[in-house]
Nanobody, 128 residues
Framework: VKLVESGGGSVQSGGSLRLSCELSGNTYSRFEGYCMAWFRQAPGKEREGVAAIDRDGNTIYSNDVKGRFTISKDNALKTAHLEMINLRPEDTAMYYC????????????????????WGQGTQVSVSA
């Protein structure tokens, strides 16, 4: 399984970006059954979960991004998206996509160790 992120870039505070994560390769199950998530890691900080979506379309967000970020899945294109609006300088980080077929429903953002596949990351930089 391979995950490829795209859509990162540099914006000013208040701006918007849309990240995409395409899944390819020999999947363990149909894409519809995958739980997808976005994590981010800022310089000098630990990687943290930002948003997750399960096979039923249930979504969970960290408190820092709730109301500003939206995660979605396009099953036909095997792609997950992260729509980010009203970006802040503190959103600056490398954003990683993660996927697993092992999680069916979510009540919180699953820990990193539960995800089987990871992308290489896409950089998001927000200037004041």
């Amino acid at each position: 399984v391979k995950l490829v992120e795209s859509g990162g870039g540099s914006v000013q505070s208040g701006g918007s970006l849309r990240l995409s994560c395409e899944l390819s390769g020999n999947t363990y199950s149909r894409f519809e059954g995958y739980c997808m998530a976005w994590f981010r890691q800022a310089p000098g900080k630990e990687r943290e979960g930002v948003a997750a979506i399960d096979r039923d379309g249930n979504t969970i967000y960290s408190n820092d991004v709730k109301g500003r970020f939206t995660i979605s899945k396009d099953n036909a294109l095997k792609t997950a998206h992260l729509e980010m609006i009203n970006l802040r300088p503190e959103d600056t980080a490398m954003y990683y996509c993660a996927a697993t077929p092992d999680i069916t429903t979510i009540a919180s953002i699953p820990r990193e160790r539960f995800f089987r596949s990871w992308g290489q990351g896409t950089q998001v930089s927000v200037s004041a």
